[in-house]
């Protein structure tokens, strides 16, 4: 029963958030009547998903032969979830899909390219001069953690390639490359020049 009602709220989440794109429901239209069966490994968990008009629905149960399983631990239904390039995780070794891939591929197709619009949805809540402010707010965070993260990356980088010297810089790296190139340039020069004086 707990296992149901959680369904219900997941599945009113997900819709409320799928309509925050306007042009999602048409985008999915041909998949209306579809079945996917998501067959967790490990926790072991069964459910399925309707493609209806307008909407998803959930089912711990479904007397219907799926359309496509995909059966996956845990952890690639986690990464599935997070992950910008869905394609790869689908393609994963851990992966197993049965039955017609392309309704699942074009369903996550769908779901990867999703454009939600926040501020229309939190304009209703909050107005709209205030939604602009957290708007503002939120880009300005954000390019300052970016600006943040990069600064971070560089420091590190140059520190353990300059003054630990953990890892070669990328200038020291593409000289020592090209000296490779130049010695196996060499070596292939001495090989045909050995195999000629072989012949006399």
Known sequence: MLFVDCLTMVEYGLNRILSLDSTVWTRLAHLNG???AVNCISPT????ILL????????SDWTTKADCTMHAPASSWLHLALSHNKTAVLHSSEVKIEGDSSVLLNL???LQDLELDWEYELSHWIGPIATQLVNWHLRSCSIWCKQLFTGINQNITEYLSEESRTIVGQREAQARFGELD???IKLEYLEARFKR???F
């Open 52 to 59: 209806v008009d307008k909407g998803l629905l959930l089912s």
């Open 108 to 110: 996550v197709t769908v």
């Open 34 to 36: 579809k079945i996917i």
């Open 182 to 184: 130049k010695a196996k």
């Open 197 to 199: 004086l072989n012949h």
């Open 45 to 48: 968990l069964r459910l399925f």
